[in-house]
């Protein structure tokens, strides 16, 4: 199982930015999957959730500014995030639930005020 995140950069506050995590080895319509982030000095926090069924599950701080997503076509997960904050400049990771924990390598985003 390969997970390979993208789109991350460097934002000023109130943009957007869509990220993407290309699955490989697994099927993401079969499984739970999550994005989490960390930022510096912080530990890592959930972001947001698809089940399998397509149901969706967001932290506080994001709800009404994030949306989770999947193409079924490109096997891949995205993240669109508007109207960023300073406080969400982190590392982002996807994570796939599938008889253990996958995690992609992390996509840095950088928003500034």
């Known amino acids: 199982v390969q997970l390979q995140a993208s789109g991350g950069g460097l934002v000023q506050a109130g943009e957007a930015l869509r990220l993407s995590c290309a699955a490989s ?12 982030r960390q930022a510096p000095g912080k530990e890592r926090e959930l972001v947001a959730t698809m089940t399998t069924i397509g149901s969706t599950n967001y932290a506080d701080f ?4 994030f949306t989770i997503s999947r ?8 993240l669109q995030m508007n109207s960023l904050k300073a406080e969400d400049t982190a590392v982002y990771y996807c ?3 599938a008889k253990g924990r996958y995690w992609g390598q992390g996509t840095q985003v950088t928003v500034s005020s």
């Open 62 to 65: 994001v709800k009404g500014r």
């Open 25 to 36: 080895g697994i099927n993401l319509r079969a499984e739970t999957a999550q994005w989490y």
């Open 71 to 78: 193409d079924n076509a490109q096997n891949m997960s995205c």
């Open 95 to 97: 994570s796939v639930l």
